[in-house]
């Protein structure tokens, strides 16, 4: 967050250009904002979870987390089961041991099966969130600095498309650790169902009764 440049355009008054910073090194007043999206293909819905941390497999379970308490509950309240896309690397990838552990720790929260889809490698530009969501916030925030999370909220929030597109966006506070160590016996704990086609990208988080 700052008064960094932003690509694009944006009108101003004449003889009034808003004034940016030409290096966009953190700020260590403001900090940053960390974004997180969750959007639904058959709503037309998007739940944009803005975190002031790091992008941890933590923060990604937590968003996931808000979007169904915020509205995925809303839409699907006899919902027995929770299909996810995700790209193949990052917070939510295949790879990363956290991850399936907070989906763990989700799925006996909800007490429903989380299924999850990774884009292949190299694959990512396919996932509908990139083209369906993300490209419309950018070209809504387009030559606006983004100096604060209330201004950057507002923004996302106040994306919309022919099509119907709403976005809904919450702040989540929390700080989260980096480099956070999985254990063999915490994997061993997991109540995983890995599919028959490439069983590394596609499987099947199920709660464990308590």
Known sequence: MGDFKNAGSDYRPEGLPEHVRVYDFVDKHKGKATPYGVYDIAQNTAYVSLGISYDTAQFSASSIRAWWYSVGQKHYPEAKRILITADCGGSNGYRVRLWKVELQKLADELGIE?????????????????????????????????TSLPLIMSLIEATKTTKGLSVRCGLDATIYQKGIKIKAAQMAAISIRRDEFHPEWNYTILPRST
């Not at 490698?121 to 083209?131: A, D, L, Q, V, Y």
């Not at 916030?137 to 030559?143: E, F, K, P, T």
Request: net charge positive; aromatic share 12%; proline share 6%.
């Open 114 to 146: 989380i299924s999850i889809c990774h884009y292949p490698p190299g694959t990512s530009k396919w996932n509908r969130i990139e083209h369906r969501l993300f490209c419309h916030i950018s070209q809504n925030w387009r030559g606006r600095a983004l």
